[in-house]
């Protein structure tokens, strides 16, 4: 059923590849050589689901400034980059892996 949903969501990506730690999705909007991405991690949402209706609420949000400023992109993708959720980790910052032996 997700893989009937994937194809039909316009500007959301799933990501779920062998060799990488991140499994989740990933938003992407373009306007006027301007770009808007933000990834969204199944382990960070609680599962995939809750990832999925994450990344499609952002999605609707940044389309919703987009119809506020038609001509001006800059300034709506400014506007829902200053409204980031608060994760765990500071910007930037990530946790290091446990050394195992």
Known sequence: MLC??????????????????FQGWRVTLCRKQMHFTRYFSDKQYGGENESLAAAMATRNKVLEYLRLYPNRPELAFAECREEEPVTRYPRGLRPRKCARG
């Open 4 to 21: 009937l949903v994937m194809k039909t969501i316009r500007n959301i990506t799933r990501f779920t590849y062998e060799f990488t730690s």
